[in-house]
């Protein structure tokens, strides 16, 4: 039975030697739902006609790059001894707090350029950056990446799921083949359960920028668990993961920012149309 198993093919669609990667159809459908997500929003919320898709012209090239830089530099000893390397992200290695880092930089310039709240720009696309992420977690899974360690098949078994993703956790390292946590699959899961609180928030309408914070919260919480399981974590030292770290500091900041504005007397609510 095992020899039966064979991984999911990484290309989608081939046009002679142009290949399309599942990868990238998968990253490219987060980000196309998101855009819809929050222009519907903004646009009930009266921002600036197209205001997210002249934002997302910058921010996407930019969460790229990144995503990319952060990746680099916790992997600096293999790039400095392999500079040509940096540039071949077609290879793998990105980040995705490096790809948040990017976003969340652009928008803060985007806000002070265009005279809008970057608060209320944040909260409005905090559940379409929570979605792209649980999208996305699903192109690792066709790469048979971002797992975790060892297990048996029967131990994926008593997770009550499908064959289809027990299958492609069989995954060959080194020749040796063997079933390994499906973490993308637990983030993902995470992040679903983090997009249905985004939206219930909205309805509940707390104060502005307490949306983004409680995604902040929320997506550092699961991460910083997840990380724990993983193979492939960038190594701050031999013990400490810097996405682990990254997410506590993240979560105090997050609050402490929250605790802030609110002692700050911050009353401008999530669905004032108000743009400042």
Do not use: C
Request: no cysteine; proline share 3%.
């Amino acid at each position: 039975m095992l020899a039966a198993i064979q991984p999911i093919d990484p290309i989608a669609i081939s046009f002679g030697e142009v290949n399309i990667a599942w990868y990238g159809l998968i990253i490219g459908t987060g980000i196309i739902l998101g855009y819809i997500l929050a222009n519907r929003e903004a646009d009930r919320l009266g921002m600036p006609k197209d205001m997210f898709a002249d934002l997302l012209i910058w921010a996407v090239p930019i969460a790229i790059i990144s995503a990319r830089i952060y990746y680099v530099i916790f992997q600096w000893d293999f790039y400095s001894q392999n500079p040509g390397a940096i540039i071949q992200i077609w290879n793998g290695g990105i980040a995705i707090h490096g790809a948040l880092i990017g976003s969340v930089a652009t928008g803060v310039i985007y806000a002070r350029i265009k005279g809008l709240s970057f608060w209320k720009i944040v909260d409005i696309a905090a559940p379409s950056i929570i979605l792209g992420q649980m999208l996305g977690r699903w192109g690792n899974f066709i790469n048979q990446e971002a797992h975790g360690g060892e297990v048996s098949r029967s131990f994926l078994e008593s997770l009550f799921i499908p064959d289809w993703i027990i299958d492609q956790m069989y995954i060959n390292i080194d020749g040796t083949f063997a079933y390994y946590h499906p973490t993308f699959l637990y983030e993902s899961l995470w992040n679903l359960a983090g997009l249905i609180l985004l939206l219930l928030l909205r309805k509940i309408n707390p104060r502005r920028g307490e949306i983004f914070l409680t995604y902040v919260i929320w997506y550092s919480i699961g991460r910083a668990f997840v990380e724990g399981l993983r193979t492939d974590s960038l190594m701050l030292t031999e013990t400490i993961r810097v996405a682990q770290l990254l997410s506590v500091v993240l979560i105090i900041v997050a609050i402490a920012i929250m605790i802030y504005r609110r002692k700050k007397g911050v009353k401008t609510r999530y669905n004032d149309k108000r743009n400042n």
